[in-house]
């Protein structure tokens, strides 16, 4: 009988709502629109079972949200291309990410429909 002590692991926040300054039409420079933004990151090989049950040895999902919201809320942004290549690039600065997967979209810029921009770079 095996026993498995590994996993391939990745971590998905999906549907985190907030308002931001981007775009370059004259109404998204004077006012923050809501955005939508997805984001997997991929962990790699990690422990079934992380040592001790204890927060400091995984990846704190509430860092990664705070990182998301702090990167896309630092200042204003013309292009959702150039956000989220940003966000893409500090996601992949954290311990034990081998590859992200981000999508933002702009919810309001057109009556009939949302409009997004999916990014992927890294090891999947």
Known sequence: MSTYTQGLQTLTLSGLRFDASLGILETEKTAPQPILVDAELN???Q?????????????DYRKVRKIIIDECTAEHV???E?????LANRLMQLPNVKGVRVKIAKLEIFADCEVAIRMETGQW
């Open 82 to 86: 150039s956000l989220i290549g940003k």
């Open 43 to 45: 962990l790699g090989p």
């Open 47 to 59: 422990p079934l079972m992380p040592r001790d049950d204890d927060i400091t040895h995984v990846l």
């Open 78 to 80: 013309n292009l959702l």
